[in-house]
Structures are given as C-alpha cells and as structure tokens.
C-alpha cells in the first residue's frame, strides 16, 4: 500500500507539472488569452497559470508533510521495538 501510496503521489506531481506546462503554453501561444476553468470561470491564462502553481506548491509542501510524518512514525516504532527487545533481553 505504501508503494502505491508513493507512486500515486509521484504521478500527482508529474500530472501538475505537465498541466502548468500546458498552460505556459497556451500563455505564450495564445498571447496571454482567456481561459475556462472547470468551475466555469473565465480567468485569464495567466491568472490560470497562477493558481495551477500555487496549487502544485500546496500539494507539494503537503506531500512532504507527509512523508515526514510518516518517517516520524517508522522512527517511533522502531524505537519502541529496540526498546521491547532491550527488555525483553534484561529481563532474561
């Protein structure tokens, strides 16, 4: 589960990259034109471009949140491990 985990992430960032890309494209190509959001918003593409970024920064800094988090755990639990395992050792 935790590959998957971590592979369905690396694909959300990649998906994010390749969308920003896109709309860099449009900017450039279109002359800085209109754009419809999915919420049916007309916005310009620069605007887009902008919160698609801001977006891609939030799900990145979360991303990381959570890989700490869950580093943070796998430390905690192997020390509780060595911790029972010194006991156990002791007390035999």
């Given at each position: 589960a935790?590959?998957?985990e971590?592979a369905?992430?690396?694909?959300?960032?990649?998906?994010?990259?390749?969308?920003?890309?896109?709309?860099?494209?449009?900017l450039?190509?279109?002359?800085?034109?209109?754009?419809?959001?999915?919420?049916?918003?007309?916005?310009?593409?620069e605007?887009?471009?902008?919160?698609?970024?801001?977006?891609?920064?939030q799900?990145?800094?979360?991303?990381?949140e959570?890989?700490?988090?869950?580093?943070?755990?796998?430390?905690?639990?192997?020390?509780?491990?060595?911790?029972l395992?010194?006991?156990?050792?002791?007390?035999?």
């Amino acid at each position: 589960a935790r590959v998957n985990e971590v592979a369905d992430r690396a694909a959300l960032v990649e998906q994010l990259r390749r969308e920003i890309a896109e709309l860099r494209a449009a900017l450039v190509e279109g002359g800085g034109g209109m754009v419809v959001t999915k919420q049916g918003e007309m916005v310009s593409a620069e605007e887009m471009l902008r919160r698609m970024h801001e977006y891609h920064e939030q799900e990145r800094a979360r991303i990381e949140e959570e890989g700490q988090a869950e580093a943070a755990r796998a430390d905690a639990g192997a020390r509780t491990a060595s911790e029972l395992a010194h006991l156990a050792f002791a007390a035999a």
